[in-house]
């Protein structure tokens, strides 16, 4: 199952970034599995990597390499994460880069290892290495939709995003593909987003827009609040462009923003609406909030609520469980009489109770559609802060209930 | 569903606490749906409430009274919570205090409303008031397995614990009920718990029991993580055995406390076995920790993780995503070396990583069994915590997304 047509974008070739595709075999014979991401020497890269203290190795080497030196390549596999592996997943995922950097000529921290797959089994570390000239070779510029089904764990659908505009009278290029479905599935690390531009941009502007924009997207996504160990979002500038360096402080950084959050935006939101057993996407809303923090809280206690989500998967307008949820998000002194709470464009609630002019009727034609808006008005500031999720189906619990095969 | 086999016990009967019953039809004609709790004069009763800000009416209005009075009755009518109600909820709920105290000769503040049921819908005040004559006509002191079905919900079976033994030299009964089975069922509003005691106890030591063994019972279960608008636990002490008055200072406070706690924990137990589609009853025990609310951080955070819980449900011994709910249980400095995870008496995580002297065949082994234990030992502390909760199956979905009807 899964939310709304998802078909992939016509994608637009990004100069200054190749594509390679091979198959290791890591868990199906034959499956392409293995994705190298070719990056022309001047590129930068900035991501955003998993808040989870169990992180996987590729994770951490990434993050080390990155500090270090500018990327050349990113390598990529499925069907195996490479996560809760210990000193030994450390090895391996350096063994992988240094077999990339030695046939790629450039040096291992010039490489960014990343993995998804399952969680605790010892990566596969000579058949990705036996699959890297085959990848090396079929690098080019066009393949970007095979590269999103290449990353792939149990998605139903690949995911991918391109646009091209005119920024300051250059054109400006981007594409990105992300996957995800839930944080696990039958133990399945998960969530990978690469996202490319031929801009050029100062590297702590990159860095910016890749903390921001992550922030704003990838962070605010939710399927069941599981954070997964292998998380990581990654944004490069190839800087392949005709126009100039863009920097902090240059004109055009707000649009250039702009076109890269709907891009990430999108990405985000098809991995929600692919998210394990959905039938809602549902978005939910949260102003009037005294501080970021609290908004937040209030937006994820509703999204993780099992009563909310397994009301929405019911299309039924049951109110008091959204109320109820909002009123154990920790808000101390919250004034539950001042508040309000809007399903579409339906009033729920108003003065501590349902709304008068609410009725059955009206709530049910907004719960039976397929894309959800909750709005909560908490009416005590001017701080908003909008979270995405999915619904709690019979699907989720078969998916994850699921002995591993 | 429900885990164990959940009987009632025999009840002894508490001296200076009688029993009514009454059937207000109100949402099935017939149906035994009111419950009224005599206390002979001199009776204390402390509680702790829920900590939703949209808590109920009664909620509101018992802890008002609670502070005003001594008090003689306790009314409870399932069917309908009285939540989301607004203004006029705290009115209906004062109008059958008013009722019931008129008709007992008391005033309207020596009685305390709890309610549970549908939340958003008036209070029918008018079939409750009309109940009361039948039930206080009916009181007794030996009707606490009816009183038991009588605050029933959506449970799928009575919740009862009773206790005689020697404090001193003198003979103390505990008898308490208890009732709930998820937050909501289709939009109920659950918890209570009524723990009542012979024993005469000072009105302080009386609170911190009631908090303190709150604490460490009702408030460590968790089925969905949906705390209720009209959670409530009260602890009567009638006074009328034959010994003398506990004070906080008394050298009997110890054994009267674990006395009490054994009925506690038993009676929240029986709410986690009976579980909205509970197969498995879970205890999760975090170990070593540095500071109380990390332990809990880390406990709930397994225990509301729905991968974790559809696992359980499955009894997959997926291990993978315990250690990935402890990596994200928002610990910033967690060193995920020193930690260590057993199922039951078999170590999963060591070192980082899986154990090396775990096999599949010894995780499957404890994961086959109905009441499982997950032990955390975070080493790097010497705090403990323990939380219970159950899995996460079909039927939870089934249950929660059925159409109110």
New interface residues.
Partial sequence: MAVGPGTLPEFFPVAGVRLGIASAGIKKPGRKDVVVFELAPGSRVAGLFT?????AAPVTLSRRHLAEKAPRYLLINTGNAN???????MNDALACCEALAQQAGVSASEVLPFSTG???EPLPVQKIVSALPDALASTADNRWAEAASGIMTTDTRPKGESAKFDLGGYTVTISGISKGA???R??M?TMLGFIATDARIASDALQTLASELGEQSFNRITI??????NDACMLIASGQYDGPEITLDSPHLPALRDALKKVYLDLAHAIVRDGEGATKFVTIHVSGAAAQQEALDVAYTVA????VK??L??S?P????I??????AG?AD?D??ALEIHLGDVCL?R????AEDYSEERGQAVMDQEEITIAIDLNRGDISETVWTCD???D???I?????S
Same sequence: chains 1, 2.
């Fill in positions: 808040t989870n203290q169990f992180c996560a809760g592996t210990g000193e030994r997943g399952v969680i605790g839930g944080m696990i039958p133990n690390a069941d609040g599981d954070t997964s160990t993780h609520s099992p009563l397994t009301a998967f019911a039924d049951n109110w008091g469980r109320l109820a949820a909002v009123g154990r808000i919250l539950v009489n609630v003065n501590g109770g349902r709690f189906s019979h989720y619990v078969t994850n209930a699921d002995y591993r």
